[in-house]
């Protein structure tokens, strides 16, 4: 059967198929869809719907219960139902009459999307056909941004990856990434907490030859030390991660925190005689120099896991990338949540560029998901962005901005009506960008 989620003619307001015995119920609804712009196949029996199926790609089925004459009881429309559910679990809407009210509603928990009762009503059945195409299409596009990655990394079509941004310092780690990836190499990533360690070693695998095989992740920090014992040897019968890996890649997340008998109990699962088919990527917030000594791994271990480090950039470190990250998580947010797609002003967007987002890629997602949750006008403005200020331990440097702290307002109005409210010169007087002038004044009700 060819892919009912596949898409059609992107001009087209929909392809239905319709599967139905009656002629004249085939032609009223191709009347009817056909005015605004659907194109409806007919099919008369379910075995002539996989044929249609089978022959190109569709947006909704719109199927009939019963086909013999007589027959009331939908018994001979589920099992094409049930059928059509398991290739797709979103591409049908069921028709009933007005009689079989609890028949549509077994549909329903049968994995139907939505159902029309006969006689319809035109408009009605426009409305339920034009609501069922822009849900599939809605769920298509958001799987689509899904699979190109939640927190920034694009899958193609080849099981390739790529990292968006366009800075040098990500560019750097695309390519060792396209470098040691073909590689069995194992592969340490150091970087602050949020950076997408978990994604380039990730997009390493994807662009490996093993990407067909297993992805097993273990959260080393997140888990006490039974537990992760557990989850990479396995528990109770249960087997764990590095099992599961074989043929494909174990990642280890925040691997310096492993308790020295951790570390003793894999360096001897590693060295077994018999090798396990196991490429290791692993990953951690500690510096090189953290790594060894009394609380950092052994070098023994060390030396198994670090062939090729990776350093992941933070976004104060990656110029221009912040905004084109934001942009996506907007889009992808924005689908998922059904909102309709909105443009960052230009203060949100310089807004976004300068703020050197303490908790990095992690915390910039999680600020455009409320955006899009919270937004109501056109366009997403300056306000409706949560900018989180930098922790007094934040490594992000000092900027030589005016200590606005005390009488920040009072300064602000000052600055403002010196400069007959021309925002650009005030932020200039008060030594700020032009955003955080925004910032401050939004903070203020000004």
Known sequence: ??????????????????????????????????????????????????SVLAAGPVDVVLLDLNF??????????????????AQDPDAVVVVTGHSGVNIAVAAMRAGASDFVMKPWRNDRLVATMQAAVELRRRRREGA???????????????GGAAILGDSPAIQRVRAVIRRVAPTDAPVLIHGEAGTGKSLMARAIHMQSARAERPFAPVDIGGLGEDAASAALFGDAGAPGALAEARGGTLFLDEAGEMTPRLQARLLAALEQPVAMD?????????????????????????????TVEIIA????????????????????FALRYGKPARRLSPEAAEAIAEHPWPGDV??????????????????????????????EDSPVPARPTLDL??????????????????????????????????????????
């Not at 009656?22 to 002539?48: F, N, S, Y």
């Not at 600020?367 to 997403?380: D, K, N």
Request: proline share 5%; hydrophobic share 40%; charged share 30%.
């Open 405 to 446: 702290a005390r009488s920040e307002r009072a300064l602000i109005v000052q600055a403002l009506k010196k400069n007959a409210f021309n925002v650009s010169h005030a932020a200039r007087q008060l030594g700020l960008s032009r955003a955080s002038l925004y910032r401050r004044m939004a903070k203020h009700g000004l």
């Open 144 to 158: 689509a941004l899904t699979a190109r990655g939640a927190n920034g990394v694009a899958a193609y079509p080849d």
């Open 278 to 306: 196991i490429r290791i990527v692993a990953a951690t917030r500690r510096r090189r120099e953290a790594l060894r000594g009394r609380d950092g791994l052994r070098d023994d271990l060390l030396f198994r896991l670090n």
């Open 362 to 391: 992690r915390a910039l997602r999680q600020a455009m998901e409320r955006c899009v949750i919270f937004s109501e006008g056109g366009r997403h403005e300056l306000a409706d962005i949560p900018l989180a200020e930098p922790a």
């Open 68 to 85: 013999s004459r007589g027959a009331t009881t939908g018994e001979e429309g589920f099992q094409c139902l049930t059928d059509i559910v």
């Open 313 to 332: 950039p933070p976004l104060r470190e990656r110029p221009g990338d912040a905004l084109i990250l934001a942009e996506h998580f907007l889009r992808l």
């Open 1 to 50: 059967m060819s892919d009912v989620t596949s898409s059609p003619d992107p001009s087209s307001a929909g392809h239905v198929l319709f599967v139905d015995d009656d002629e004249d119920v085939l032609k009223a609804a191709r009347l009817a869809l056909g005015r605004h712009g659907m194109r409806v196949t007919p099919a008369r029996h379910p075995t002539e719907a996989w």
